[in-house]
Nanobody, 124 residues
């Protein structure tokens, strides 16, 4: 059992900032990739930012230079600092992790997990 809990969403004006946090808990042996996705109404879910176990990051072009993703391996958390927010950033933001978890017997398997999502609304 793995659960992801997101927090930090809300309503902000264009140009403002928000910090999203995601905490993973449960039977986690280790976490590989952690990231944030977002989905606006009528649109595909897209990767916003990802961060590997070694700290390498990847950002969508639309958020590059404005958003920063970080992780705390000791706490199993991943944060997304969002600055200079634009109305087009409005979406439900989902935390995602790829984790090594116990499988059958002594096996270990990779699984991916999603948070419930947190709404980010940017007004003009």
């Amino acid at each position: 059992q793995v659960q992801l809990v997101e927090s930090g969403g809300g309503l902000v004006q264009a140009g403002g900032s928000l910090r999203l946090s995601c905490a993973a808990s449960g039977s986690i042996i280790s976490i590989d990739v952690m990231g944030w996705y977002r989905q606006a109404p009528g649109k595909q879910r897209e990767l916003v930012a990802g961060i590997g176990s070694g700290g390498s990051t990847n950002y969508a072009d639309s958020v590059k230079g404005r958003f920063t993703v970080t992780r705390d391996n000791a706490k199993n958390t991943v944060d997304l600092q969002m600055n200079s927010l634009k109305p087009e950033d409005t979406a439900v933001y989902y935390c995602n992790i790829v984790a090594v978890v116990p499988g059958a017997g002594t096996l270990r398997v990779y699984n991916y997990y999603w948070g419930q999502g947190t709404q980010v609304t940017v007004s003009s």
